[in-house]
């Protein structure tokens, strides 16, 4: 067999929508566009739908999306849906092309919020899959096999319950399970009740020299590396899906002339996960390492403390932040869920099945809309980058703040006790901010 190669964009941005009004605000930051969906979209989401190539002195058009492995944050796909039709139905068409091509799908399935899944209860956990895959569903037409983690932040729990909704396999970084399978083949991890679940660990070399070791615009280098895998092995790069064009101006093309040399390769076999997990199912079977995720060196710290991780190196870190805004948004979501038990007790088929069946959008009960409000809040990105006063932490508060406008003659005590929980001045003046709704 020729050696595989499975090269993944997780395509993602942070949910910006003004809860109040469902739509985009302003971000002067992503200027000269309206807001950094739209600069993203510019740079990556729309180049890579049709790449022009020159190779051997002709030139041809290559439809990304058609042979790369991805996955679509949920809540990007809703916006784009809305804001750029024409690559929201490329993205779709897409994944039918290698369903086509290759028997199995190049699109992964994510929870329907970027939340860190180890950081919530099983409960919201499993809305979050059911969600997420009902979203996919919706959009691409059939049952998702693979589902990519959120940062790939795991523990034994997230996989019980992904496996235990259907799904085949995940992917993770090399650090995180107890052994790094043989060859890039997929291994399996024993669960509960006889599950188990595959997992694909990408390689960490090539991916990191891709994200960030120039692979990513220099197409010969990406090739030769290519070209050095073993026999009977699977090369899988994992990356952002913005490496390409947002993070590193032409990427697009280098990833697309990659793809194309793929294609013609008599030495190496362009793939998807599903369909190589298909040729191989797991023999080894590895341990996790828990838990654990591929941005953040202490685990899954960098969503609720001040761990070091940042984005900014040469300013002082200052994410002491971090531990009491995930405090707060822990004990809002503890109170809102009890308000939804007690008061959502009648609702068909009881509370939470409600929940799961409603699903993340479209109209619903206001008790529901409050459900959604406290999972959105849980996104990871409000965590992530270095200050509660950046867009993305904003953003959190913004979700936690209208959830409290939803919990009726609780918002009061809600408002009060979410404050108290911020603790310090400037958190709090952060949150006191984000009560009004801004003009858009
Ligand atoms: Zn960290």
Known sequence: MKPAVIIH?????????????????AEPSAAPEHDWNARVTKESYLPLVSVEVEEEGKNTRVPVYDYLSFDFGPTLLDWMEREAPEIHDAVLRADRASVTRLGHGNALAMPFHHIILPLANRRDKTTEVRWGIADFKKRFGRDPVGFWLPETAVDRETLDVIAAEGIAFTVLAPHQVSKVPERGLPAKVE??????????????????????????????????ALNATPPDAIASVAVDGETWGHHHKGGDKALATVLHRLLRSEKLELTNFAAAL?????????????????????????????????????VPPHQEWRAPLRAAIDWLADEIHGIYEREGRDLPGGPWAFRDAAGATGSAP?????????????TSCGWFFDDIAGIEARQVLRYAAHAITLAGNESGRLEAGFIEKLGEDRNVEVFRQTLQPTPS
């Open 9 to 25: 964009g997780h395509f993602y941005q942070p949910p910006r929508e003004n809860p109040w009004t469902g739509q985009v605000d």
């Open 191 to 224: 669960l509960n009740d006889g599950r188990s679940i595959a997992v694909f660990v990408y390689n960490g070399g090539l991916s990191h020299d891709v994200a960030f070791g120039g692979l990513a615009t220099d197409a010969n280098r990406w090739t030769d």
């Open 278 to 314: 298909a040729t191989h199912p797991p023999t080894e079977t590895v341990t996790l390492i828990e838990p654990t995720s591929w941005s953040c060196a202490h685990g899954i710290e960098r969503w609720r403390s001040n761990c070091g991780d940042r984005i900014k190196q040469d």
């Open 366 to 378: 206001r008790l529901v809309d409050m459900e959604r409000g406290a999972l959105s809040a849980m």
